[in-house]
Every structure is written in structure tokens, then in C-alpha cells.
């Protein structure tokens, strides 16, 4: 019963996460063969805001979703609603301020992203075409992570779907028939969050299981609760972005421009990988906090160990697709004959090892956070997000080897790894000596 409630939860998170991540990568591919190598470098560059978005779409959402299913363990159906309606135009309120900063300081973010002359004016072109639709892009995070938590799982992968082929078609017809070039495939990936945001009202207007929109009286303290259980999964998701943001500064001072390119195609691997460990991490959550509401310590433990036994097997596939399949991978964005070719392929090699224990660090940081162990959730999060990376990246650049740069992620994954092993250890000592002391008052 247990393993089916599992995988009916996680199935459709890790398609949703899937299916974004191939949309993603569709801007990479089309922008590649249909404006050039420079301008993959330039959307790669812009990438960092479009993980800053989402992670702040998950910061207000994962929390809100975790107290929203806690009080549906415990009846509360009507707060619940309340809860959800509040959140939402919080969202929205949120995402109003990050349109208008990001405008009115444009070249200023271009340039912090890593933007170079001869990248600058496609960057701001694709920030400042993407950044009006931060409504959208926040508030599809926002109701896709809710759905799962109104108990229909399906929905948000078919909303996530949805968004993917819209984006695709998009793509092809802006950017290889009409030419829109850069603007063009920033203008698709912002259109299709709008068309999963109208599905998403849709549902929830008129077919929604618990989760109504409702009258409510303002409670912002509730955010004292629901933001640090919300910024492991935050980081988790801008965790990508910090990352793809480090290695653009390291690799331009080592490598140029033309090790960006190499990069982006790394990325984009990268994030289809995260995403799957990601997706694993999200599906689990809303049933583990439930449990978590009824006080089903042992189910909680279950399904920590299926969700680290599924990343982890996600790990070595992806790991093995990269050394064996790598040419295959690279060839979907470069010509086999492009002189960055044959390297890009043994950089994404290289790069790959990290994936082997990827998945043990992002499933257990989410796991805290189901049973709202923020202490536990946050370091780890904390820790691949921004503290790993950066210590990895810095090592490697003052070490001055060029190739060495592709093993970074993997330092800094087994960094993380470290503590993780540590909190696993301590939550699971802990949990067992109450659960003695359980049994020993029952007797």
C-alpha cells in the first residue's frame, strides 16, 4: 500500500520535473541550431534568473505545502483552503517585485551573470523578455507543488506536459520559421508557464479534491513557519542556478568563452539529472508530511528509504549515459564536425561522477523538511546550494588546472555527502531511542 502511494506520488512529480527539464533544454537546442554557438552561450549565461524564479516560486510554496498537508492529517480542511488562498496572491505579490527590480536594473544582472561584449545584448534581451512573466513562472511552481497536496499528482505532470509542448511548438515557430532568434525562445518559455497557470485555475476553480479558493484573514506570521521549512527545497532548485552562475566566472577565466559553450550543454545534462532527483524529493514530501501529521513515525522512515533507493538508482543510470552515451548527448546541441565537440564530450564525462551521489543529498535535505527538520533540511540544502560549490570552484581555480574544473561538482557533492551521512545517522539514533522509550511506556 505503502510503495503504491510512493509511486503514485513521485511517477508524476518526476515526469513534471522531466518534461521541464527537455523544455529547457529545447531552447538550448533550437536557439544552438538556429542562431548560434554564441547565443547558447548567452541563454546559458541567463539561466541562473530562471532558476532564481523557481527557487522562489518552491521557497513560498514547499513550505506552505508542508503545513498544508500537516493540517490536513489533522482535519483542519477549512485552514487548510485559507492557507492555500493567502499563498497564492503572496505569489503573485512576490512576483511583482521581482519583474520590476529586475528591469529597472537589467544590465546591471546581465553583467553580474557573467555577460561579456559579446554576449551582453542577447542576455538582456532574454532576461528582459522573460522577467514580465515572473507571475507566471512562480505561480505554476506555486500550484504544481499544491495539486500534489490536494491528492491529484497527475495533474501537475499533465500541466507540466502542457507547458513542455507548448513551449517546443513555440520554439520551433518563433525561433526556426519567424527567426524571433533569442527574444524568441525567451518569448515561448515565458507563454507556456502562462498556459499551465490557466490549467492550474482551472482546477482549482471548479474540480479540486480539498484545496478551495476561499476568504481568509491575513496571517503573514504563518510565514515564520512556512520560510525555513520552504528554503531547503528553495536552494535545492536555485542550487542549479549558483552552480551554472560559478562555473560560467571560473570557465571564462580558464577556458574563455569557448569553455561556456562546452559548459552549457553540461548544464542543461545537469538539470535534467537534478530535476529527476528533484522530482523523487517533491512526490515524496507531501506524503511523508502527512504521515508525519498523523504521527506515523515508521512510514515516514519507508519512505525516506524508497525515495534515497530511487535517486540514487537515477544516479548510476545517469552516470553511465554520460561516459557511454556522451556523444550522443553533445551532438543534440553541437555539429560532430564543431571543433568544441570531442572535448565537450569528455568534459561531460567527467562531470557525470558527481550524479553517482547527487540524489542521497537532495532526497535526504527534502526528507528533513517533510518532518520539519529544518535544522537537519537547511545545512544540507545550504551546503550543495551555495557553501559546496563555491568551496569546489575556488579549489579548483587557485589550483589553476584547466581540466579539473569537471570534477567540481563532484567535490562538492562529497563534501555535502559528509554531512548528510552525519544527520541521517543522528535523526535515525534519535528516532530509535524514542521509539524505545515508546515501547517501554506501552509496557
Not at 151 to 166: D, F, R
Not at 361 to 370: Q, R, W
Amino acid at each position: 500500500m505503502l510503495i503504491k502511494q510512493f509511486f503514485r506520488y513521485i511517477i508524476p512529480s518526476i515526469l513534471s520535473m522531466l518534461t521541464f527539464s527537455v523544455y529547457t533544454m529545447v531552447d538550448g537546442i533550437f536557439v544552438a541550431r538556429g542562431v548560434g554557438e554564441k547565443a547558447l552561450a548567452a541563454v546559458n549565461l541567463s539561466a541562473p534568473y530562471n532558476s532564481c524564479m523557481f527557487a522562489c516560486g518552491l521557497l513560498i510554496a514547499v513550505g506552505m505545502a508542508t503545513v498544508i498537508a500537516v493540517e490536513l492529517g489533522k482535519g483542519e480542511k477549512d485552514r487548510a483552503s485559507r492557507l492555500f488562498t493567502q499563498n497564492l496572491l503572496v505569489t503573485a505579490a512576490v512576483s511583482m517585485v521581482i519583474t520590476a527590480a529586475t528591469l529597472l536594473n537589467l544590465e546591471t544582472i546581465a553583467l553580474f551573470l557573467g555577460a561579456t561584449q559579446d554576449t551582453l545584448s542577447s542576455v538582456k534581451e532574454y532576461v528582459g523578455t522573460v522577467c514580465p512573466f515572473a507571475l507566471f513562472f512562480l505561480c505554476a511552481y506555486n500550484m504544481e507543488v499544491l495539486i500534489k497536496t490536494d491528492g491529484t499528482p497527475v495533474l501537475s505532470m499533465a500541466g507540466v506536459i502542457l507547458a513542455g509542448l507548448t513551449n517546443i511548438v513555440l520554439d520551433w515557430l518563433f525561433v526556426m520559421i519567424l527567426g524571433w532568434g533569442v527574444w524568441g525562445a525567451a518569448l515561448a518559455t515565458g507563454l507556456a508557464q502562462a498556459v499551465s497557470v490557466m490549467l492550474y485555475i482551472v482546477y482549482f476553480t471548479r474540480y479540486s479534491k480539498v484545496l478551495h479558493f476561499t476568504r481568509f484573514r491575513w496571517d503573514l506570521r504563518i510565514y515564520r513557519q512556512t520560510i525555513p521549512l520552504g528554503v531547503g527545497d528553495g536552494i535545492t532548485e536555485f542550487s542549479n542556478g549558483i552552480v551554472i552562475f560559478l562555473f560560467n566566472q571560473a570557465i571564462l577565466r580558464l577556458l574563455g568563452e569557448d569553455g561556456v559553450v562546452s559548459y552549457t550543454v553540461i548544464g542543461y545534462v545537469n538539470t535534467l539529472v537534478l530535476m529527476m532527483m528533484s522530482g523523487t524529493a517533491q512526490g515524496m514530501q507531501p506524503v511523508c508530511s502527512f504521515y508525519y501529521g498523523r504521527g506515523e513515525w515508521d512510514n515516514c522512515r519507508k519512505l525516506k528509504n524508497m525515495g534515497l533507493a530511487t535517486a540514487v538508482g537515477f544516479g548510476v543510470l545517469s552516470w553511465l549515459a554520460c561516459v557511454l552515451s556522451g556523444g550522443a548527448v553533445v551532438s543534440l546541441f553541437l555539429e560532430r564536425t564543431s571543433p568544441l565537440f570531442e572535448a565537450s564530450v569528455k568534459a561531460l564525462g567527467k562531470y557525470g561522477s558527481a550524479f553517482l551521489i547527487m540524489g542521497v543529498n537532495v532526497v535526504t535535505g527534502a526528507f528533513f523538511t517533510s518532518v520539519c527538520k529544518v535544522s537537519m533540511a537547511f545545512p544540507i540544502s545550504l551546503g550543495r546550494g551555495l557553501v559546496f560549490p563555491a568551496l569546489s570552484v575556488a579549489l579548483v581555480f587557485l589550483a589553476g588546472d584547466r581540466d579539473m574544473i569537471w570534477y567540481a561538482g563532484l567535490i562538492s557533492e562529497g563534501m555535502c555527502l559528509i554531512i548528510t551521512l552525519c544527520f541521517l545517522r543522528l535523526y535515525g539514533g534519535h528516532r530509535g531511542g524514542g521509539e524505545r522509550n515508546r515501547k517501554q511506556q506501552n509496557r
